[in-house]
């Protein structure tokens, strides 16, 4: 039995099943929101429509988790990501990544998040570095993954947020967003208006990002 099969079987499956979603950055600060977000992009994306759900949850004792699925003409992606601290008083945390890109299990990455120790919950961002994974072959690799998240208010309600991951080594750009979000209904199911832009890599090499305007709605509920 391979490397890969057999974390497929130990940690692929149960990830999908518990976070039904993968790729997205947490904030520790958002609480346990279970988000359905449906966006159309430019008419230039690769993806003109698709739907994301993402979901932050808790294993067993200080073990964290986050998943996220996006759903494209009937294929999926996905990103589950386990954190636990490296101390109680620590704002460090160590980060497993295991990616679902048409499988349960197709990569891993491990390395260490810093959360920046903002307080309340409107703002927040964190940075993740990572020098070791798994491919989708079950090799080991040895590269520089780089990953950030951020959000902080704006005024009249409006909140903005953003994402990326890149590997500055190999010239890379892999993905991210930025955007904003203004709540329009604030009940059991709070439903958000958000527009901003897909930032996808090109494909030559370059840390620099194309962009592609979205827009859509995000319903969100406590679980």
Request: glycine residues 0%; proline residues 0%.
């Given at each position: 039995m391979t490397f890969k099969s057999t974390l497929a079987k130990i940690l692929g499956v149960p990830l999908v099943l518990f976070g039904l979603g993968g790729a997205q950055p947490v904030l520790a600060q958002d609480g346990n929101n279970l988000r359905?977000?449906?966006?159309r992009a430019s008419e230039n994306s690769n993806e003109a429509s698709f739907l994301k759900v993402k979901s932050p949850y808790s294993l067993w004792k200080k073990l964290k988790g986050f998943?996220?699925?996006q759903f494209h003409d009937g294929k999926y992606i996905g990103k589950s990501s386990l954190s636990v601290s490296v101390s109680d008083s620590s704002d460090f945390d160590w980060k497993v990544?295991?990616?679902h890109k048409k499988t349960p299990l197709n990569g891993a990455l491990a390395g260490v998040q810093y959360n920046f120790p903002f307080e309340g919950k409107k703002v927040g961002?964190?940075?993740y570095v990572s020098p070791l994974g798994v491919d989708d072959k079950g090799d080991l690799k040895r590269d520089l993954n780089?990953?950030?998240s951020f959000k902080f208010p704006l005024p009249l309600g409006i909140q903005m947020s953003g994402f990326g991951e890149l590997c500055p080594l190999r010239n890379e750009w892999k993905y991210g967003e930025i955007g904003i979000a203004k709540k329009i209904i604030n009940s059991k199911f709070d439903v958000d208006l958000s527009a901003g832009y897909l930032l996808h890599g090109r494909k030559e090499k370059s840390l620099r990002p194309n962009s592609n305007f979205k827009v859509g709605l995000e319903v969100s509920t406590e679980i």
């Open positions: 359905v977000k449906a966006y998943t996220f699925m990544q295991l990616f961002a964190d940075v780089l990953q950030y």
